[in-house]
């Protein structure tokens, strides 16, 4: 491949890292090859292998970025402490979680991809990455809990079924061809069983 504009230029790692997040977001890490990544970033494929040394490390970078790049919003987790029920916690948790995970598409592809395709290195990631997430959600929860209001053991486990259907309700429409099936329907369920 003959060198192309800004193969060694400033910003090529940003570059490399911005492209690869995009391809691997619409085709996955089995759909998508250094040869096309460089390609579209406009970089030799050896430039590639200079940031990252194996496609698997670029996966791992793209994945990282993504995650730092998830916030909880203050005023959604205000919303949940002054919920004055357990159900209206809940739906505000839900909320809370659409907006976070939906607010960037390619992290929620990303994440259901790796979820299919790298299971065991995906794993420790969003561990660690997610734990503070799911922690902090989780104890907005807790008293909810504690007085009876929600069924459920363990406010993390909850989150965990939330954050799922999150990242499952567009594959969940798509097979299932069901108009109006959003996370917003699924929630209102979840909460309907979750709550007395």
């Known amino acids: 491949m003959p060198e192309t504009k800004g193969l060694a230029g400033p910003g090529a790692g940003e570059r490399i890292l911005a492209t690869a997040t995009s391809l691997f977001a619409v085709h996955g890490y089995n759909g998508v090859s250094t040869r096309e990544i460089a390609s579209a970033a ?9 940031h990252y040394p194996h496609k698997h490390d670029l996966y791992l970078a793209v ?8 916030h909880l919003r ?29 607010e960037k598409p390619e992290i929620l592809r ?18 660690r990455h997610l734990s503070e997430f799911v922690e902090v959600v989780a104890r907005y929860l807790e008293p ?48 309907n069983f979750y709550s007395n």
Do not use: H
């Open 74 to 102: 203050g005023d959604l987790l205000t919303g949940i402490a002054e919920a004055r029920d357990g159900q209206t916690a809940l739906a505000r948790t839900s909320e809370l979680i659409a907006k976070t995970l939906m």
């Open 144 to 191: 909810w809990i504690k007085k009876g209001e929600l069924r459920c053991t363990n406010s993390k486990t909850l989150v965990f079924t939330l954050i799922a259907i999150v990242t499952s309700y567009s594959s969940l429409q798509r097979i299932f061809l069901a108009e109006g099936l959003g996370p917003d329907g699924m929630f209102e369920a979840c909460a």
């Open 42 to 50: 406009q970089v030799n494929e050896v430039t590639i292998f200079r």
């Open 110 to 127: 990303l994440l259901q991809f790796s979820a299919l395709e790298l299971s065991v290195d995906f794993d420790p990631l969003v561990r």
């Open 63 to 70: 994945m990282k970025s993504g995650l730092k790049q998830l």
